[in-house]
């Protein structure tokens, strides 16, 4: 049978660093709560030039190069975004004129914190369906666009970068021992939109808005979320926490995560964590962390990896694959 496995993987982060100290001169803040409540203590801020169409071609090329590959060899882009530079076209498309793809197809999904996972899934199924050999499949974004640098509550957690990976189709035998991804699970539940939304949007105010969150609100269903989609990867698969050799969560608190490994059974030395040097950066926070722990030697090659994220909607999902 198909399966679908990572052959290269890449980042883009962009050049200005915001220490938490940085902060405490624009919002009544301090580095020990932000530390202490979401563990984070830096953040990428994109400057001028630097966009989430930018920051996902960098991606991209890195993804291509670690693979060996030229975009020649990519059939489709697929782009997981919530700050896209222009309304429309998907941003995906900007992406595939500067790699100068002429041929397949690119778009952009849209899951918020969730993308990432959403939009490797759907890449699976294409390349498990035979519709393409390969997918570039990248997460990007400039949250900081979108916040309101007055909201103490919600500027201090996000952050701007992008990550992509290569999908490239290969022969497995159908077991847990084969490459690639071997179980998903994806949920939303738009009751829940007004917990975390941006207050604009083309048709109904005609400006781009700002993002809104009840933190605490999120906080209370997002352990619950994550815990169901990777139990339920971990039965499709027939397996269980003890066969997991990384879990790679989204980054969006560090309790958040801490708390969601110990509900799961996941010891704290499998879990990658990256919150404290690039925050909240929504849907290109998983291919982030993945990259990090891939390039520093921790994810070697036959590892057994749980990607998982939950964000605005809400969204959630999560995903188990082989390196
Ligand atoms: O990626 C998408 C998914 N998003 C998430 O998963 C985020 C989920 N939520 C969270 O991570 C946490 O709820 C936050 C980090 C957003 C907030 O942490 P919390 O422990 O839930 O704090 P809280 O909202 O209950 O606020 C506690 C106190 C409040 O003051 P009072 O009312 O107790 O006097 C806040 O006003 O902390 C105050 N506060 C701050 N103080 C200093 C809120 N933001 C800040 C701040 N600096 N930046």
């Known amino acids: 049978m198909i399966r679908s496995a990572i052959c290269g993987i890449g980042i883009a982060l962009p050049e200005r660093v915001v220490k938490n100290a940085e902060l405490e001169k624009i919002v009544k803040t301090s580095d020990e709560w932000i530390v202490q409540r979401t563990g984070i203590r830096q953040r990428y801020v994109a400057g001028e ?12 090329r890195n993804a291509l190069d670690s693979a060996g590959l030229s975009i020649k060899d990519i059939d489709c882009i697929i782009l997981a975004t919530s700050t896209a530079d222009h309304t429309f076209p998907a941003s995906a498309t900007e992406i595939q004129k500067i790699l100068g793809m002429t041929l397949g197809f690119a778009f952009d999904i849209q899951a918020v914190c969730s993308g990432f996972i959403f939009a490797l899934a759907t890449a699976d199924l294409y390349l498990r369906g035979e519709m393409v050999k390969r997918v570039l499949v990248i997460g990007s974004e400039t949250f900081s666009r979108i916040l309101n640098w007055k909201d103490r509550t919600t500027c201090v957690l996000f952050g701007d970068g ?20 071997l179980a998903s699970k994806l949920r939303s539940d738009g009751r829940h939109m007004e917990k975390l939304y941006v207050d604009g949007g083309p048709s109904m105010t ?13 906080f209370k269903y997002a352990i619950g979320m994550i815990t169901d989609v990777v139990d339920a990867c971990f039965n499709i698969a027939g397996i269980g926490p003890e066969s997991l050799d990384w879990f790679v969560p989204h980054q969006a608190n560090k309790r958040i995560i801490d708390a969601s490994a110990r509900k799961l059974g996941i010891a704290d030395e499998k879990v990658v964590v990256t919150i404290g040097e690039h925050g909240n950066t929504s849907a290109a926070s998983v291919p982030l962390a993945l990259a990090v722990a891939v390039n520093d030697g921790r994810i070697r090659k036959g590892d057994l990896i749980m990607l998982e994220a939950m964000g605005g909607g809400f969204t959630w999902g999560a995903m188990l694959l082989r390196w």
């Open 49 to 60: 030039g630097e966009t989430t169409v930018s920051l996902g071609a960098q991606a991209a």
């Open 162 to 181: 992008a990550g992509a990976v290569v999908l490239e189709a290969i022969e497995g035998r159908g077991a847990i021992q084969d490459q690639g991804i």
């Open 206 to 218: 005609q400006t781009t808005g700002h993002l809104r969150m009840e933190g605490r609100e999120v």
